[in-house]
């Protein structure tokens, strides 16, 4: 059974700064794994998405890199701003299957 | 080209009432998904559409709920009769079909549903 874990559960920087958040999980055998970004009260703002094949994936300030045989993604933020602040959540697709699989999440807080 | 949309945005019934969600995917996704957040926990799957077919539905809790996908456009997510865990956010997911490369899920705002 797939498990997906987020570290930290909670994150507060200061603006400017770079930042790393972690995801893994348990079965290396996936389709793909995605980036979501959930703002509260709001629905998910997919941010990138890695298939298996890849190593890398960026769109802007973020950087979402995939280390399928170590069952692991990070999602790099830099010079963060206010306005990233946010729940970022990861989510993979185990082969032969269509269903994601999330974890539950990083909570970030980005300081004027 | 608009989102996936989902209604009602809130939904606050009693105890053995029933509730029905709606979600329309993206024009084109013949891939439809629910999905729910209960009590603070992590997203979980509920099932899976492609067209009118049910192709997963394996994170149904329970024969309390029932959805449709008639005509392969929205569906529908009936809750009958609602019990007080099933309160949380429900979220709709649609994607394009399967074989192409990406396939990326694309999501609405959800349902939050409270039952009292």
């Known amino acids: 059974k797939q498990e997906v874990t987020q570290i930290p559960a909670a994150l507060s920087v200061p603006e400017g700064e770079n930042l790393v958040l972690n995801c893994s999980f348990t079965?290396?055998?996936?389709?793909?794994l995605q980036w979501f970004r959930q703002d509260p009260g709001k629905g998910l703002t997919s941010l990138l998405l890695?298939?298996?094949?890849?190593r890398e994936q960026t769109s802007g300030r973020l950087n979402a890199s995939l280390d399928k045989s170590s069952g692991r993604s990070t999602l790099y933020i830099a010079a963060s701003q206010p306005g990233d602040s946010a729940t970022y959540l990861c989510?993979?697709?185990?082969?032969?299957?269509?269903?994601?699989?999330f974890g539950t999440g990083t909570r970030l807080l980005v300081s004027p | 080209e608009a989102g996936v949309t989902q209604f009602p945005s809130h939904s606050v019934i009693e105890k053995g009432q029933t509730v029905t969600l709606r979600c329309d995917p993206i024009?084109?996704?013949?891939?439809l998904y629910w999905y729910r957040r209960v009590m603070g926990k992590e997203i979980k799957f509920l099932l899976h559409?492609?067209?009118?077919?049910?192709?997963?539905e394996s994170g149904m809790p329970n024969n309390r709920f029932l959805a449709e996908r008639t005509g392969g456009t929205y569906s529908t997510l009936k809750v009958q009769p609602a019990e007080l865990e099933d309160s949380g956010v429900y979220f709709c997911?649609?994607?394009?079909?399967?074989?192409?490369?990406?396939?990326?899920?694309?999501f609405g705002p959800g349902t939050r549903l409270t039952v009292l």
């Open positions: 559409f492609v067209k009118e077919s049910k192709q997963d």
């Open positions: 890695i298939q298996s094949s890849q």
């Open positions: 989510a993979v697709r185990a082969r032969g299957f269509q269903k994601l699989v």
């Open positions: 024009s084109g996704h013949d891939n």
């Open positions: 997911a649609s994607s394009q079909v399967q074989g192409l490369v990406w396939n990326e899920q694309f």
């Open positions: 079965d290396s055998a996936i389709y793909n």
